[in-house]
C-alpha cells in the first residue's frame, strides 16, 4: 500500500484546497524522501499567489500559475534516501526548500538539503529559510560596517529577522512600521535601537535629523511596497545603499524619473536580497556560500542571538492553513509568522 499525502493547493484568488496524493516511492539516486514536521509560510511570496496579485498566477506554465502548491520553506525527517546522496541517512531530520505539504520528494542534485540537529525540530527553526535569505542575499552584499545608520521600513516576519541580522551585524537599526504590535514585538526581541510610527515620524524626516540632513547609510525595505520604496529612498546618503528585502509583485504604474534620478546623482547601490547559489559548498573562491549561511543562522538560533520564537504568533494544523493565510492578509496586528503542523 503506497504513501498519502496531503498538500495544499492555491486554485484561484483567495480559492484554497487541501489535497490528498500518492508519492512517488522512486526517488532515484540522488532523490531524498521528506516527511515534514513543519513548513513555514512567506507571507510575500505566498500572499501574492494567494491573493492573484502576481500576473505569474495567469500565465501557463510559469512557476507559479494557477493550481499552485506554494511554500519553500520545511524542517522534516528522511524517510528514504537515493544510494548517491552523501551526508544524509533515513532518519536524519533536514531542512529543505519544501512546498506546503505531508511528504516532499528532494533532488538533491538542483535543491537544498541539508541535515540538522534533531533538536532543530521546532516551529520556530523552520523560519531558518527566512535568515538564510536575509543573510545571503543582503548582508553578505551589502557594505555595512560598525556604527552605519540603517532605516527598516516594515516590522513583519522578515523585517524582524533583518533587524536583529543587521544589528548583529553592527549597525544601528531604526525601524518603522504603522503597526503597534509588530513595533512592540521589535522592542520585546531588543535589535532594534528604536522603532517608530511612520504615521507620526516619516523614515525621511526621521533620517536627516539623526544625521543633520546628510541621510542614512542604508535603507532597508521589507515591505515590498512600491510607492513607498520610491518615496523613501530619499532618506539615503550619497553612496549610500538601498536594499530590498521584500519582493514586489503587482503592477506599479508611475514617474520613475525622480526615484533612478536618486539612484543617478547620489551614486546609490542597490541591493535585491535573494539568495546566492544555493547548492556550493565552502571551497577557497566562495568562504560563505548558502550552506554556510544557514548552518551559521542554525547556531545564531540555538545561541539565542536571533530570536526566533517571539516571531512565531500561530502553529496551525494543515485543515487551518487558510487561517493562517487569511489572518496574514488581514489581521496583521495578530499574525506575524504562521507556521504549519503537519504531525496534526
Not at 192 to 207: C, G, K, M, V
Request: hydrophobic residues 40%; aromatic residues 8%.
Amino acid at each position: 500500500m503506497g504513501i498519502k499525502s496531503r498538500e495544499t493547493v492555491i486554485n484561484g484568488p483567495l480559492s484554497f484546497d487541501i489535497q490528498e496524493s500518492d508519492v512517488d516511492s522512486d526517488i532515484g539516486d540522488y532523490g531524498i524522501l521528506v516527511k515534514n514536521h513543519y513548513t513555514a509560510i512567506s507571507p510575500g511570496t505566498e500572499l501574492s499567489i494567494y491573493t492573484g496579485t502576481n500576473p505569474l498566477v495567469y500565465e501557463p506554465n510559469s512557476w507559479c500559475n494557477y493550481p499552485h502548491i506554494p511554500g519553500y520553506a520545511g524542517l522534516g525527517e528522511a524517510v528514504a534516501v537515493g544510494a548517491s546522496v552523501q551526508g544524509i541517512k533515513v532518519g536524519d531530520a533536514v531542512f529543505h526548500h519544501s512546498r506546503h505539504v505531508e511528504y516532499e520528494r528532494v533532488e538533491t542534485r538542483w535543491s537544498p538539503c541539508f541535515k540538522i540537529d534533531q533538536n532543530d525540530l521546532r516551529p520556530d527553526v523552520s523560519l531558518v529559510r527566512f535568515a538564510g535569505i536575509v543573510m545571503s542575499g543582503s548582508v553578505r552584499l551589502s557594505k555595512i560596517e560598525l556604527g552605519d545608520k540603517i532605516v527598516l521600513v516594515g516590522l513583519g516576519l522578515i523585517g524582524q529577522i533583518g533587524a536583529q541580522l543587521f544589528t548583529l551585524s553592527g549597525a544601528d537599526v531604526h525601524a518603522f512600521d504603522p503597526i503597534p504590535t509588530r513595533r512592540k514585538l521589535a522592542d520585546q526581541i531588543g535589535s532594534s535601537l528604536s522603532t517608530h510610527d511612520p504615521a507620526t515620524t516619516t523614515p525621511i524626516d526621521f533620517a536627516k535629523n539623526l544625521t543633520g540632513g546628510r541621510g542614512v547609510d542604508t535603507l532597508l525595505d521589507a515591505t515590498g511596497q512600491r510607492a513607498l520604496i520610491m518615496t523613501t529612498i530619499l532618506a539615503v546618503r550619497p553612496m549610500g545603499e538601498v536594499i530590498l528585502l521584500g519582493a514586489p509583485f503587482a503592477a506599479y504604474d508611475a514617474n520613475l524619473t525622480r526615484f533612478l534620478r536618486q539612484i543617478f546623482l547620489k551614486r546609490l547601490k542597490v541591493v535585491g536580497a535573494l539568495e546566492l547559489d544555493r547548492l556550493t559548498t565552502p571551497n577557497e573562491y566562495v568562504a560563505h556560500p548558502y550552506s554556510f549561511d544557514i548552518a551559521y543562522s542554525l547556531e545564531l538560533i540555538r545561541r539565542g542571538k536571533l530570536k526566533m520564537k517571539p516571531i512565531v504568533s500561530h502553529v496551525l494544523p494543515p485543515s487551518e492553513f487558510k487561517q493562517g493565510y487569511d489572518g496574514l492578509l488581514n489581521k496583521k496586528d495578530e499574525y506575524t509568522a504562521v507556521v504549519i503542523d503537519w504531525s496534526k
